[in-house]
């Protein structure tokens, strides 16, 4: 069956919730009766979707990750572009809040980024499409349902993507180690981008030189750095509870 796989409650539920028009089939882990599960099958059921009770072996052939006893076959999404990304700005009367990943390559990383991004009520998620991870069906799950309300835009080149938000007043504060101001002398109330690096490697060279400020987390412990999904969460609800007050 060609398409994607999406496993987890809450990612299947997401989508049943907000792209129905996706589901091609669903499979359930045997076992389970409980209010949850029949009101998924009854849903399935009212928009003629094929769904399946299995053992878990099935489930464990078709997806690798931990499935939570569901399993469900979807039409490829959407993927949005650059274009769909500025003229949504343009068009919208609140000012940008954007989240850029330059070379994330774990996808429980981009998952949980994408999750947190969801909750603080960021626009979209940005990451080049070379040398980062992509949205697989682990990314999807681990982002639990943020996969399918986050726009995630693949750009083909980023620091050219990086002066167009730019152009656009978007203020790029990029994260640093090295950097002399901290997260908290950080300005996030207007149009900003949050600009995060990879994992052990920081942002590349040409990101770093397009940022409009840099900034550090304060590490007071014994290590040195933090995991970039971590550091995303902790930079992510500064930025948001600048943006309510």
């Known amino acids: 069956m060609s398409g994607e796989f999406v496993f987890g409650w809450h990612a299947v539920?997401?989508?049943?919730?907000?792209?129905?028009?996706?589901?091609?089939?669903?499979?359930?882990?045997?076992?389970?009766?409980?209010?949850?599960?029949?009101?998924i099958t009854d849903t399935l059921d009212s928009l003629g979707v094929r769904w399946k009770v299995v053992h878990r072996r099935e489930l464990d052939e078709r997806v690798s990750g931990v499935h939570q006893g569901i399993v469900a076959a979807v039409s490829e999404s959407r993927e949005w572009t650059e274009d769909d990304l500025l003229a949504q700005l343009a068009g919208s009367d609140k000012p940008p809040f954007l989240l850029v990943l330059d070379g994330v390559t774990d996808p429980h990383n981009l998952g949980a980024c994408m999750r947190t991004a969801d909750a603080v009520g960021v626009q979209a998620v940005i990451v080049p499409k070379d040398k980062s991870a992509s949205l697989t069906p682990v990314a999807r799950k681990v982002a639990c349902g943020a996969a399918e309300t986050v726009p995630f835009v693949r750009v083909t080149n980023l620091a050219r993507f990086l002066r167009s938000l730019q152009d656009k007043g978007v203020w790029l504060i990029g994260t640093a180690g090295e950097a002399n101001a901290t997260l908290y002398q950080a300005d996030f109330k207007g149009p900003v981008a949050l600009v995060m690096g990879a994992e052990g490697k920081g942002m590349r060279r040409l990101t770093r030189e397009h940022c409009d400020q840099l900034i550090n987390i304060p590490m007071l412990g014994h290590v040195d750095s933090l995991n970039v999904s971590v550091a995303t969460g902790v930079c992510l609800y500064e930025a948001l509870r600048q943006r309510l007050g």
């Open 13 to 39: 539920e997401a989508v049943l919730k907000r792209e129905p028009e996706r589901l091609r089939q669903v499979w359930i882990q045997t076992g389970r009766q409980d209010k949850r599960v029949k009101s």
